[in-house]
């Protein structure tokens, strides 16, 4: 059998283990030239060595091997610029994803930068809150179920992510207070920042005047209208979860951010 190479030959050609070509021929891409009817010894011969690279460069194209046949026609012809089209979309796709990530990191270690400084304060304090946007759904005062409001959070994180807008945790409510009226809105933020839409809302970067509250066991949404906005013409209230550099499963520390601004 000098005209061919042993599996283990073969697999070292390209520093690949047995396993690899053994999988190869499993799903049908790779077949060895010769099966000695005895020994069931597999031998691969030097014109397989293309095959193998181009097995080798799907891999590394991040293209699925099974789908490796449609760029192959009836008569045998690999078309490469087809399969190269499609890893550099797969690629981008791969850059894409890998940006998003980063940018929830860095908001993530924003918030937990600004939740070490302000995370023990008591009482009212003031701070400056980056510019932020989020995806956003109205919601009913009226409904102070916990459970139900998890849902709704969760349905409005679903959308974002449908629409690629790479939306974060923790999610946030916003009270609006104008002309005697409350409208409540829920908040998913997200760290897209090309995308236009009516239920997106930006919130500028600004000074809030901030204080800490715990709302376990229930979300008391007609306590917080009564304490915090009797005495007002207008006023917005974010209420959002502190992102905390250490979690306790029970934890519902939240910061109430005041302003007399209205985004909405």
Not at 100 to 129: C, F, H, P, V, W
Not at 198 to 222: K, V, W, Y
Request: glycine content about 4%; hydrophobic content about 35%.
């Amino acid at each position: 059998m000098k005209n061919y190479f042993t599996i283990s030959e073969f697999a070292g050609l390209r520093n690949i283990n047995i396993n690899s070509l053994r999988y190869y021929e499993k799903i049908g891409l790779l077949k060895p030239a010769y099966i000695e009817p005895d020994t069931h010894y597999r031998y691969y011969s030097s014109k397989q060595i293309p095959v193998l690279d181009t097995i080798l460069l799907c891999i590394d194209l991040k293209i699925p091997l099974r789908e490796l046949s449609q760029y192959i026609d009836e008569k045998g012809v690999l078309h490469s610029e087809k399969l190269f089209q499609d890893g550099k979309r797969i690629a981008k796709q791969r850059i894409n994803e890998i940006q998003e990530g980063l940018s929830k990191i860095e908001y993530a270690l924003q918030d937990m930068e600004a939740s070490r400084i302000y995370g023990e304060q008591s009482g009212i304090y003031k701070r400056i809150i980056r510019s932020r946007r989020f995806w956003i759904s109205e919601y009913s005062i009226e409904n102070e179920d916990l459970k139900t409001l998890e849902k709704s959070f969760i349905n409005l994180y679903s959308q974002a992510q449908e629409k690629n807008l790479a939306p974060i945790f923790p999610p946030s409510l916003l009270l609006q207070y104008h002309n005697k009226q409350i409208r409540c809105f829920l908040l998913c933020e997200i760290t897209d920042r090309k995308t236009n839409d009516e239920r997106i809302l930006e919130i500028p970067q600004g000074e809030f005047s901030c204080f800490q509250e715990d709302l376990l066991p229930t979300l008391a949404m007609n306590g917080i209208i009564e304490r915090y906005f009797s005495d007002s013409d207008r006023k917005t209230l974010i209420i959002t979860n502190l992102m905390l550099t250490k979690y306790q499963i029970d934890n519902r520390k939240n910061e109430l951010q005041f302003t007399d601004k209205l985004f909405l």
